[in-house]
C-alpha cells in the first residue's frame, strides 16, 4: 500500500512540475495567447469597437486565468499518461490496450470537438450576435466575459465530440445493447437540442450548432458500436 501511495506522489509531482512549466510558458505569452483567441469575436466587432475591461483587477486576473486554463488542457495528455501508467500494472493486457486507446480516442475528439468550435461555430456565433444588436447600441464586450465565454464554448464542444467514444464504451461495457441506442435515438435528439438550448446563449443558430453536431456524434457513436462489435464477434478465440 506504502508502495502505490509513494508511485502517485511521484506521478502527481510529475504533472504539477509540467502544469507549472507551461503555465509560466503561457502566462509570458499570454497578450499573444489573449488576441488569438478573442480573434473570432474581434472579426465580428466592427473596426472602431475593441473589448474592455470594466473591473479593476481584470487586466491581471485575465491573463492569470487563460494561462492556467491553457496549461490545464496542455499538461491534460502528460496527465492521463501518468495515470494511465499509475493503473497499468493492475490491469491485463487486453485491459491496458483498450485503456490507452479510450484515452488516445478522447483526446483525439475532445481537440477536434475544440477546433470545430473555435474555426466553425464561434465566428457565425459571434458575428450573428454582432449584427443583432439594435440601432444606436454598441458591443463592446468585457475582456473577462470574453475569455470565459469562449473557453466555456469551446470546453462544451470538446465535451460534447465524446459521445462517440461514451456510446462505444456502453456498448463494449454491456451497460447498454445497440437496440437500446437505436431504440432511445428520438428521446437523444430532444435532449441534444435541449442541451442546445441550456449551454449556449439564447439564439436559435447556437443551438441548431450545438444540437446537430450532437445528433451526427450519437449516430456516429451507434455505427462505430456496431462496427466494434462485430469485430469482437468475429475475433478468435484464444485458449490457454
Known amino acids: 500500500m506504502l508502495n502505490h501511495l509513494l508511485e502517485l506522489r511521484r506521478r502527481t509531482l510529475y504533472v504539477f512540475t509540467c502544469f507549472t512549466a507551461l503555465f509560466a510558458v503561457f502566462f509570458y505569452f499570454a497578450p499573444d495567447l489573449f488576441h488569438f483567441m478573442m480573434t473570432p469575436l474581434l472579426q465580428a466587432l466592427p473596426k472602431s469597437d475593441s473589448l474592455i475591461a470594466t ?39 487486453q485491459e491496458r490496450q483498450g485503456l490507452s486507446w479510450a484515452i488516445v480516442a478522447s483526446m483525439g475528439l475532445f481537440c477536434l470537438g475544440v477546433l470545430f468550435c473555435f474555426y466553425g461555430v464561434l465566428p457565425f456565433m459571434l458575428q450573428f450576435l454582432a449584427n443583432a444588436l439594435p440601432p444606436g447600441v454598441r458591443l463592446m464586450p468585457d475582456m473577462a466575459y470574453a475569455v470565459g465565454f469562449i473557453t466555456w464554448m469551446l470546453l462544451i464542444f470538446g465535451l460534447c465530440f465524446q459521445v462517440p467514444l461514451l456510446c462505444t464504451l456502453l456498448v463494449h461495457l454491456q451497460i447498454l445493447q445497440i437496440s437500446t441506442l437505436k431504440m432511445i435515438r428520438p428521446y437523444m435528439i430532444v435532449t441534444a437540442f435541449a442541451l442546445g438550448m441550456l449551454l449556449t446563449p439564447p439564439d436559435v443558430l447556437s443551438q441548431v450548432m450545438l444540437a446537430i453536431p450532437l445528433c451526427l456524434l450519437y449516430e456516429l457513436g451507434i455505427i462505430l458500436a456496431v462496427v466494434f462489435s462485430k469485430s469482437e464477434t468475429a475475433a478468435p478465440i484464444k485458449t490457454p
Open 55 to 93: 473591473q479593476l483587477t481584470s487586466p491581471l486576473l485575465t491573463p492569470i486565468k487563460l494561462a492556467a486554463d491553457a496549461a490545464i488542457l496542455a499538461s491534460a495528455p502528460f496527465a492521463l499518461f501518468h495515470a494511465w501508467r499509475f493503473a497499468a500494472p493492475g490491469l491485463y493486457p
